[in-house]
């Protein structure tokens, strides 16, 4: 599901720290981090939003296994696939907003349309 960036992480923890920030992002709409990372969150939390238009037990189950918070999981089914029914895809904005003082990575912002 992830592209080609390794993050400077392993795949366990890489995996794990997407899964948070997806959920992250899912529970409050938008979030700051650094722009590779928001092209990896991006597609992830787009992915889980479309399981949320599906509204089977199946896509349920599927969204569960990788948003790690059951009530952040139900919120993509009741509340935000809802609002995306009829949009095909492109439910996330990323929009660069500078560099970070310490270390001068590039920021980004991703929110939900």
Known sequence: MP?????G????QRMAMLRQQVTDLLDKGRMETTVTRAKEIAPMAEKMITLGKAKDLASYRQALSFITRE???KKVFDEIAP???DRNGGYTRITRTGVRRGDAAELAVVELV
Do not use: W
């Not at 592209?3 to 993050?7: P, S, Y």
């Not at 992480?9 to 366990?12: F, R, W």
């Open 3 to 7: 592209g080609t960036r390794k993050l």
């Open 83 to 85: 609002k995306y029914a």
């Open 71 to 73: 009530d952040v999981a």
């Open 9 to 12: 992480k392993t795949t366990a």
